[in-house]
């Protein structure tokens, strides 16, 4: 996962639901403090998928410490690439589908370097890649990410004279 869109996710749980130990009464603090413990492992694990490339084929996973529970992961030689097939989404975007047979698997799109990734997969299958592109531009996690360091600097500001009022 590109490493903007990996911050901007994490930066984004944390501004969600770090306050909340911090508000609560105090006979729910220490179980909400382990409960943002997990929920960060969890987004952490959710955005640590790797894509890798080789002069085999394509694979997608996560790293052994969350692959066991995520089990999301799958490989494609290139030979056995067949076609992309384009899918809109219910917000109007398009994902696209590497089509084997009956099995169909989702692109990687949100991923570093992506331009270079559909580069080598044209090169390696010969099926045009020109219409694909992100399922996102790039600006709309620049933004979040300025909100979402806006957010956290806010509630660092707020703990910050709670503590000292």
């Known amino acids: 996962m590109a490493p903007l869109i990996r911050f901007t996710l994490l930066a984004l749980y944390l501004a969600l639901a770090a306050p909340l130990p911090v508000l609560a009464p105090p006979e729910l603090r220490q179980p909400l403090w382990l409960a943002l413990a997990l929920g960060l492992a969890l987004v952490l694990a959710a955005t640590s998928e790797r894509v890798l490339l080789d002069s085999s084929g394509l694979a997608v996973g996560h790293p052994g410490w969350c692959a066991w529970l995520l089990r999301r992961g799958w490989q ?8 992309i097939t384009p899918v809109r989404t219910s917000q109007g975007g398009r994902v696209f589908y590497l089509r084997q ?3 169909q698997l989702l692109l990687p ?3 570093e370097r992506f331009e270079a990734f559909l580069e080598r997969l044209s090169q390696e299958t010969g099926l045009d890649t020109a ?3 992100r399922i996102s531009p790039p600006w709309t996690y620049q933004t979040l990410a300025v909100l979402c360091a806006l957010m956290l600097a806010g509630e660092l500001l707020a703990l910050v004279r709670m503590g000292s009022g």
């Open 101 to 103: 047979g009956d099995r």
């Open 76 to 83: 494609l030689p290139w030979t056995q690439i067949e076609a």
């Open 131 to 133: 219409s694909i592109g």
């Open 109 to 111: 799109q949100r991923i």
